[in-house]
Every structure is written in structure tokens, then in C-alpha cells.
């Protein structure tokens, strides 16, 4: 028996992220390295002027920064429960793309439209749960088990971004989601099956 890398995607991301908290809680003792490089602020400050470099960046890395090491693990319990299985249906290239697109659209739509922060790989866990709930969609149908998923999920989101007083971004929740059922509906249908 030997232990195999068998999600290059998942477990290349786990680990990226995982240094980059490390870095800032165990060396620096602060969010240093977070706040300057992977997370997304609101257009118009500082650190998001169009004529920062960094900027660009951080519409998309502020999927590999987190707050402290709950976020990271809260997060990443889903991503490599659900992370493999996708990237064994999809393939790395492809889940690798689905997670860049979910984490630059979250970017840029925070930026634009809220005045709070935005970092953590929240985005790239719903968008997986729910496009995990496509594996088995055939052509013609809609799976009970998206629908059950969709409803739970996302109605939680959205009474949590009424009701809830928190530090969550509950949109980007929200839109991870509705991109992983894009990606579901796009890249999970099969044909159906002939009798």
C-alpha cells in the first residue's frame, strides 16, 4: 500500500492555502500576508485602484487566504470530502477553471457592489456542493438530490444574509453556488439512457 496524490487540484490548493495561513498566524502572528494579498476590497480604496497591480490579483486570491485556521478548516473539510470526487468526474484542468471563474466572478462582484471585505474559499465550497449534487443529472431530468441541495443551502444563505448579523459573506456563498450549478448543468448532463 502506498499513499497516492490522487486529487492534484484539491490537495495543491489545500496545501497552498494552508502555508499562507501558516505563514501568517505561526510566523508573522497577524493577517499581514492575507490583508495585503488575498483579499478583495471594495473599488474606489486603496488597495483596489485600477492602477494597482495587486488588485487584479486579489479578485481571484482571495480565494487562498482565510482569517484564521476555523475558517481554513471549515472550509476545507468540504473541499477535500467533495473536492476528489469532482475532480475524478471532471478532471483537474476543468475543476481547476470552474474554481478560478467562481473566485474571480465572487471578486469582482464584491468589489463592485458591497463595502466589506471579501476572503476565504467559501465560493469554491458551495459552488462544489452543488455541483455535486449534478453527478449523476441525466439529459431530460433534474436531479431530486440538486433541487434538495439548492433549496437547503442557498434558503440558508439567503435568510442568513436577512436575519443574520455576522463576518460571512453570504453572497459569495450564494453565487458559488449558483456557478456550481452552471458548471453542474453545463458539464454534468449525460445522455439518456436507451432501452
Known sequence: MRITYNAPFVLTYTLVCLVITSIDFLLLNNLVITQNFFTVYPFGTAPMSLTN????WRLFSHALGHADFNHLLGNFTFILLLGPIL?????SDKLLWMSFLTAFITGILNASLFSSALLGASGIVFMMILLAS????RAGTIPLTFLLIAG????????NTMFVEN???EFAH????ISGAVFGYIFGIRPKETA
Open 53 to 56: 497591480p495587486l488588485a487584479y
Open 87 to 91: 475532480e475524478e468526474k471532471y478532471g
Open 134 to 137: 449534478f453527478t449523476n443529472m
Open 152 to 159: 437547503l443551502f442557498l434558503g440558508k444563505e439567503i435568510y
Open 167 to 169: 463576518n460571512t459573506s
Open 174 to 177: 450564494i453565487l458559488g453556488g
